[in-house]
């Protein structure tokens, strides 16, 4: 494993997910309703075909139902939601992690400064917030995982953003 894939192991462990790739999964809606959002999650997630038919088995059809059922929890209903594409300006790339593997639990739905909020993944939520990033970037290099990685590697100083 080279150096760049277990501090991002690490990273994950403790539940920091820096930007994995330049995707723009919300740009071309800068906002959406609960369904939408829903909908395209799903589809993001390849459990959802362009028909609107389930791609997944039969036996799957409970997992399929939890993610609904949990989207549908943390959303709210009614109204537009801005997501990610709303701050393309930011000139982010959107974390694939959050958007296709578990987006029920990854996404965060996050309170915007100006009021307001947003569906937005890690990537998008680090550049809206950079100082709660700079905090749980300490927390780690202060944590057993981080003087595990720094004894590992021997980087004695914490990572620059």
Same mark, same amino acid.
Request: glycine share 10%.
């Given at each position: 494993?080279?150096?760049?894939?277990?501090?991002?192991?690490?990273? #994950?462990?403790q539940?920091?997910?820096?930007?994995?790739?330049?995707?723009?999964?919300?740009?071309d809606n +800068?906002?959406?309703?609960?369904?939408?959002?829903?909908?395209?999650?799903?589809?993001?997630?390849?459990?959802?075909? !362009?028909?609107?038919?389930?791609? &997944?088995?039969? =036996?799957? +059809?409970?997992?399929?139902?939890?993610?609904?059922?949990?989207l549908?929890?943390?959303?709210?209903?009614?109204?537009?939601?801005?997501?990610?594409?709303?701050?393309?300006?930011?000139?982010?790339?959107?974390?694939?992690? @959050?958007?296709?593997?578990? !987006?029920?639990? &990854?996404?965060?739905?996050? =309170?915007?400064p %100006? %009021?307001?909020? +947003?569906?937005?993944? @890690? +990537?998008?939520?680090?550049?809206?917030? !950079?100082?709660?990033?700079?905090?749980?970037?300490? #927390?780690?290099?202060?944590?057993p995982?981080?003087?595990?990685? #720094?004894?590992?590697?021997?980087?004695?100083?914490?990572? &620059?953003?």
């Open positions: 494993m080279s150096k760049d894939e277990v501090l991002k192991k690490l990273l #994950r462990e539940n920091i997910y820096p930007p994995s790739v330049q995707d723009s999964h919300y740009y +800068a906002e959406m309703t609960r369904g939408e959002i829903i909908e395209k999650t799903l589809k993001e997630m390849g459990v959802l075909l !362009p028909s609107g038919q389930c791609a &997944k088995s039969g =036996d799957q +059809a409970d997992f399929l139902s939890g993610v609904i059922t949990e549908q929890r943390r959303l709210p209903p009614g109204g537009k939601i801005k997501t990610c594409g709303a701050f393309r300006h930011l000139n982010i790339g959107c974390c694939d992690s @959050c958007h296709t593997e578990y !987006p029920s639990s &990854k996404m965060s739905l996050i =309170d915007l %100006g %009021g307001g909020s +947003a569906w937005v993944c @890690c +990537a998008m939520n680090r550049a809206i917030y !950079p100082e709660r990033y700079a905090e749980r970037m300490e #927390r780690f290099w202060n944590s995982q981080g003087k595990l990685w #720094r004894e590992k590697f021997g980087d004695n100083e914490p990572p &620059k953003d």
